[in-house]
């Protein structure tokens, strides 16, 4: 027989559900609402770009992120890639992989580069697949929707495409520093900023542009975009429960430092 649902129970329960509604009822919601009656054209329409030997935490970490921010905000996502086999982070180069190690993990899309929806947010992660010498329609994918983005947010070596693409042209941009060379001199047309941990070029008319320095630094940059576009507190919110500090000063970059990219600022 069902177990009965007894009053301490209950009471439990109800408990339970009134400390919640306290802590994030009317005054989180309130918030929330604010940052959408001061903004109506607030993003709902989201991509994230994949290939082979993408960098996980690229991905994840600005997934993870926004998955939360989805929880109070409308938001739909495409996972996005040349076809709809599920992409691994394997690396596609043995010289790297010298272990013979079988540790890697892959996603799924849910759309390909020729049926993507239409997206106000185009995510392109780094990682070793940047390297690789089949990326055509996948730089192409980029360049071609750019022009109807609201945002583009490059993380890491994911600039390297953005470059190449040519939709950096002419705009402010940072990258890995460890690959800083290799990455930058994909495309010189573009104002690469070596001491940063992330950029935002906004022009007036243009797609918004943030681009994040090396792999962990796309958590950074995306919490900070999330404060640009839903409210400082909303971003607190999400990163306090993720129990992630914010970096909050863009240009305090100890890695251009590292690896001695401070003095060409």
């Not at 009053?7 to 509604?21: C, G, N, S, V």
């Not at 520093?177 to 001199?185: P, Y």
Request: net charge negative.
């Amino acid at each position: 027989m069902p177990r009965s649902f007894g009053l301490q129970e209950a009471f439990a329960l109800l408990t339970y559900l009134f400390l919640y509604t306290m802590a994030f009822g009317p005054a989180t919601h309130a918030r929330q609402l604010e940052g959408r009656h001061t903004n109506s054209t607030l993003p709902v329409n989201y991509g994230m770009l994949l290939f082979p030997a993408f960098q996980a935490l690229d991905v994840f970490g600005p997934l993870d992120a926004l998955n939360i921010l989805s929880w109070n905000h409308p938001m739909n996502l495409a996972l996005i890639s040349t076809t709809l086999d599920p992409v691994s982070t394997a690396p596609s180069m043995a010289a790297v992989n010298v272990a013979g190690s079988n540790f890697s993990q892959s996603v799924v899309p849910t759309h390909t580069l020729a049926d993507a929806p239409p997206l106000d947010v185009l995510l392109v992660p780094g990682g070793l697949g940047t390297r690789a010498p089949d990326l055509n329609a996948t730089i192409g994918f980029v360049a071609d929707v750019f022009p109807s983005l609201q945002y583009l947010i490059t993380i890491c070596t994911g600039a390297g495409l953005a470059a190449r693409a040519g939709v950096l042209d002419g705009r402010n941009a940072t990258t890995n520093k460890k690959s800083w060379a290799a990455t930058t001199a994909l495309r010189k047309q573009v104002n690469w900023i070596p001491e940063a941990r992330w950029v935002v070029d906004e022009e007036e008319g243009e797609v918004k542009v943030w681009s994040s320095s090396g792999v962990s630094a796309g958590i950074d940059a995306t919490l900070a975009w999330m404060g640009a576009v839903y409210g400082v507190e909303t971003a607190k919110e999400v990163a306090d429960g993720m129990e992630y500090e914010m970096w909050t000063d863009s240009h305090f970059d100890p890695f251009a430092e590292l690896y001695n990219l401070t003095q060409k600022a």
